[in-house]
């Protein structure tokens, strides 16, 4: 079984800053992709951003050249910094996780959600 510990959500004024963070824990062999996503109320759940183990990072448009990923493979941690946040950031934003864990089964796994409300 492989946990998902978010933490960093919270209340922020539109353009400020806000730290996410994931760390996964368990029976993880090994990690294909690691990132964070969000859902809006009455929206579909989108991509946020998202990094590979070798590092390569895909963003949602909507926040091109404003977040930023990165990930720890050592400590099995991503991590995105949120900057010049608008009040449409706001959503639950879950941490995903897609490996292996120590059994050769493939996992996607899913945080619980935190909470982003961006104030203007």
């Known amino acids: 079984q492989v946990q998902l510990v978010e933490s960093g959500g919270g209340l922020v004024q539109a353009g400020g800053s806000l730290r996410l963070s994931c760390a996964a824990s368990?029976?993880?062999?090994?990690?294909?992709?690691m990132g964070w996503y969000r859902q809006a109320p009455g929206k579909q759940r989108e991509l946020v951003a998202d990094?590979?183990?070798?590092?390569?990072?895909d963003y949602a448009d909507s926040v091109k050249g404003r977040f930023l990923i990165s990930r720890d493979n050592a400590k099995a941690t991503v991590t995105v910094l949120m900057n010049s946040l608008k009040s449409e950031d706001t959503a639950v934003y879950y941490c995903?996780?897609?490996?292996?864990?120590?059994?050769?089964?493939?996992?996607?796994?899913w945080g619980q959600g935190t909470l982003v409300t961006v104030s203007s």
């Open positions: 368990g029976r993880i062999s090994s990690s294909i992709v």
């Open positions: 995903n996780f897609r490996g292996f864990q120590w059994s050769g089964n493939y996992l996607d796994a």
């Open positions: 990094i590979t183990s070798g590092g390569s990072a």
